[in-house]
């Protein structure tokens, strides 16, 4: 696959939006919905005071924050960044700029959003822009989770994620859930060239049952080049997928799992919480 570790890491987004732009990458679009649908249907009606936690991981620069408490779109941030006017600015002008742009834009059914990523510098800026009530740059494939992201994940009812499946392990997702007080839910779009195998597996060792998607899939981005779509129809056929009309057809694709508790699976069944997305 090709790499963009140059842009994950940025003081600021704008490097992040200018090389996806071009390539088209849209998951962030198609959970916007399909998470604010969720969290209204796994949150406790005796909590509905106070406003649901997200945590979100591999969370960058907030982007999934930004979608799922203001009136944008990922179109709408694509174009932001891009703009003559972000281009001309200094990051610490940017901060300043989009705390203005984000707060007039604040839904008022807008939910807490935790953030952790191991790229510091999207962290701050999130952070830094009002995006992410809290943030955490810890890499839990290889350290132990701080005391500060345990104490903030026991209040997540729902763990996100729209990209890095490929890079986590069973390891991250066992001490999040360790850290949780209630029971929570992990929604997942997954990259149809690998396996989500493990990682349910060892939500299920937490009593929650995984649930895939098979009614559709999800565009992430276009290829690269030739290469990178021949790699993808390889992998997804080796995963047992079929690319035919997917990969072969110029993009990655991922597919959507939802994780809870056997008695939410009954009680709030897929299909209707995917409503029309």
Known sequence: MTQFDGIYDQPDPRAYFRVLGPLEYQTPHHAQS????????????????????????????????????????????????????????????????DRAYYAARRRPDAVRVIGLDAATNAIAYARAVGLLEEGFDE???????SAALCHAAKRARLITITGGTSFLSPRTFQQLLACAHDPVWVAAFVLRTGSYQSIAACLASHGLVTERDSTRTFPQRRFADADEQQYAIDAATAAGEDPHGKETHGCFHTTLYLSRPREDAEAFLLTDLMGSC
């Open 139 to 145: 890499n839990l494939e290889t350290a132990t989770a």
């Open 34 to 97: 399909i998470f604010r649908r969720v969290l209204t249907a796994c949150e406790p009606e005796a909590q509905s005071a106070e406003p649901a936690t997200m945590l979100d991981l591999c969370c960058s620069y907030g982007i999934n924050a930004a979608l799922l408490n203001h009136r944008v779109t990922l179109d709408d941030l694509y174009a932001h960044y891009t703009s003559p006017q972000a281009t001309a600015l200094t990051t610490a002008e940017l901060i300043e700029w």
